[in-house]
């Protein structure tokens, strides 16, 4: 079974920084693509990050840019969002997401006090 499990996530303080990860398992993670989601209260889910499998080539939300660094390691399974300067708009659930597997980890809370 193809599972993804985020963890990372916390309270924090406008300017702090937190590392999520997510723990992929049930599948060949170094062949494909992975992102970062969130979703805040009230407003739609969007993607925050993603990061192609061979390459590691990366794309950012332009709200996160300059502040959020996604990462993998293959031989571990696991993916990685770096997010430094953070600020109260931050504030969400961030899910991990495997598109080719249609894959979603329960999300792990994100909150930033001003």
């Known amino acids: 079974q193809v599972q993804l499990v985020e963890s990372g996530g916390g309270l924090v303080q406008t300017g702090g920084s937190l590392r999520l990860s997510c723990a992929a398992s049930?599948?060949?993670?170094?062949?494909?693509?992975m992102s970062w989601y969130r979703q805040a209260p009230g407003k739609m889910r969007e993607l925050v990050a993603r990061?192609?499998?061979?390459?590691?080539?990366?794309t950012y939300a332009d709200s996160v840019k300059g502040r959020f660094t996604i990462s993998r390691d293959n031989g571990d399974n696991t993916l990685y969002l770096q997010m430094n300067s953070l600020e109260p708009e931050d504030t969400a659930v961030y899910y991990c997401h495997c598109s080719a597997k249609n894959a979603w980890g329960q999300g792990t809370q994100v909150t930033v006090s001003s």
């Open positions: 049930g599948f060949t993670f170094r062949l494909f693509a």
């Open positions: 990061i192609t499998s061979a390459a590691g080539r990366t």
